[in-house]
């Protein structure tokens, strides 16, 4: 009986600062993903897994467009939607700190399409603004304020 699968990913903010740590572990019924957020703006944010598995600052573009290796729309409210790696928002409180405790269906840590640990690694994404799980390609969720590699 062998460990789960699992990931990990460190999100630095533009300055190189660590903001916020995530561990993902593979279930039978998909992927937990847990973010914790710290030293963040206060506020709504949107966060989602990119294609890259490459966080450049100060703009974090290298992590590419969002996860999709199915080829949907953005947004859980889109009806040709969502992408895989479209996540809940992460709500940070006054003090900075803020966390997501989701599972996806629609990505895994094991061999496949939807893998994580593909071809060009994967990256997970913090905005400056909230998303609103409907506009294509990124729900309007603004820039990209924090990013952190998914490694094993």
Known sequence: DKAPLSGEATLKDKDGKQVGVATLIQQPDGVRIVVTGYRLPPGVHGLHIHAVGQCQPPEFTTAGAHFNPTGKKHGTQNP???????????NVQA???GGVDTVSKAVTLDSGATSLFGGNGTSLVVHATADDMKTD????????????????
């Open 95 to 97: 003090n900075g700190e």
């Open 80 to 90: 040709e939607g969502p992408h895989a790696g479209d996540l809940p928002n992460l």
């Open 137 to 152: 390609p990124a729900g309007n969720s603004g820039g990209r304020i924090a990013c952190g590699v998914i490694t094993r």
